[in-house]
Nanobody, 126 residues
Framework: QVHLVESGGSSVQAGGSLRLSCALS????????MGWFRQAPGQEREGVAT????????YYARSVLGRFTISQNSDKNTVYLQMNSLKSGDTAMYFC???????????????????WGQGTQVTVSS
């Protein structure tokens, strides 16, 4: 079992920045791919960024490329999502997810992730 807890969500003005954190606990040794997803009201949950934890390779949705950065700490027990130049369209609940056994290679769909956090709300006002 892998337990994930997100934090860092808040309300910000357009153009501002936020950093989300995802703390991992439990049996994390097999975790090879971490992802950040978001879901706005009435919309599907979409992948934002993924990180292969063994190689450090990162992958981004086109909508956030150049504005968001996914990273991990040296102990690999926390994953971050640095969000810059935020837009109103970034408003959503943000979820952290973990995939066991294989690396990311791209922004994998939600069905490829077996463990999820409860989410943290990001609201961007214009």
């Amino acid at each position: 079992q892998v337990h994930l807890v997100e934090s860092g969500g808040s309300s910000v003005q357009a153009g501002g920045s936020l950093r989300l954190s995802c703390a991992l606990s439990g049996f994390t040794a097999g975790t090879k791919c971490m992802g950040w997803f978001r879901q706005a009201p009435g919309q599907e949950r979409e992948g934002v960024a993924t990180l292969s934890t063994d190689t450090g390779n990162d992958y981004y949705a086109r909508s956030v490329l150049g504005r968001f950065t996914i990273s991990q700490n040296s102990d690999k027990n926390t994953v971050y999502l640095q969000m810059n130049s935020l837009k109103s369209g970034d408003t959503a609940m943000y979820f952290c997810a973990a995939r066991i056994g294989s690396s990311c290679f791209y922004v994998r769909p939600r069905g490829d992730f077996g463990y999820w956090g409860q989410g943290t709300q990001v609201t961007v006002s214009s």
